[in-house]
């Protein structure tokens, strides 16, 4: 546990880039990592399977080389998202490509499972599991995870109803382990609200969809740059989960953001093609009004920076 510890300190600004279905590259992970951020990727996103081999490769040979030439300023660890719900086909096939190359750190998503954590743990690596409740942390942790994301109300994507403070006051009251933060986090001062709440870390994920690394089109980065928490819509309609959604997609597609049916979690399906709800219907949280422009992973990780350090020598001052 000190060990994963001490690698969230050691990151230039506490952030982890989550990962963003259909949207995350290695370019962008990549680039995440050199600008002192955790960065992350889906394994899905590899399509077609063979492909996270090729991807894996290029990142760690990448980030090797970056290493190589900036050793007073190393990369941070990525981490590979898995999706460890039952519709998930390709789960154990994505596992030993990544305990092949070494992965250091694991997100996962959409149920907890021993099998899983003992593998990344046989290769060295550590798991963060995605939880929406207090019940589901400890679950999580009696099944061998060694960090939380608590992904409280306003996350993009799949998300929770909790407020971050209910949510995160509960979990610490036993777990005193790495705990990340995730629910409308876009600015610096954000960042350092979450670890004045108890957090390790803030988990980033919509800014990084208005970026010029991300796989997304630039309609969708448009929106996320012009949209606000009006926007947003939280629905389970789409995957059988429920998440928020960009209310314009939903219109583009079809919709009515205001009437949506209700699904249920059958309806999940993480293989083959890409879902419609990523393809057609974008995720997002509700902090975007805080996303002005459109801009690289670099400027903007620079700029959640200088955000955090003005937040932090302002909470400072108000405390002498």
Known sequence: MSAIRETLKSLRLPVI?????????PKLLIEQCKAGIVGSM???????????SDWLAEITETLAAHNAAHPDEPAAPFAINQIVHKSNDRLMLDMEVCVKFKVPLYITSLGARQEINDMAHASGAHVFHDIISN??????IEK??????????????HAGTKSPFALVQE????????????GSIATGRAILAAQVMGADCAYVGSAFIATHEARAEDAYKQAIVQGTSDDVVYSNFFTGVHGN?????????GYDP??????????????GDMPKAWKDIWGSGQGIAAIKSIQSTAQLVAQLQREYDSARAQYLLRLQ
């Open 17 to 25: 880039a989550s990962p963003l279905f259909t949207i995350s590259n």
């Open 42 to 52: 889906p394994a899905l996103n590899a399509r077609p399977a063979s492909q996270l």
């Open 135 to 140: 019940p589901f942390a400890r679950k999580a």
């Open 144 to 157: 061998g995870a060694d960090g939380l994301i608590a992904v409280a109300a306003g996350a993009g994507g």
């Open 171 to 182: 979990i610490r009251e036993w777990f005193d382990g790495p705990l990340i933060l995730s």
């Open 245 to 253: 959604y960009l209310a314009p997609s939903i219109r583009k597609a």
């Open 258 to 271: 205001d009437h949506l049916p209700v699904s249920d979690a059958s309806a999940m399906n993480f293989s």
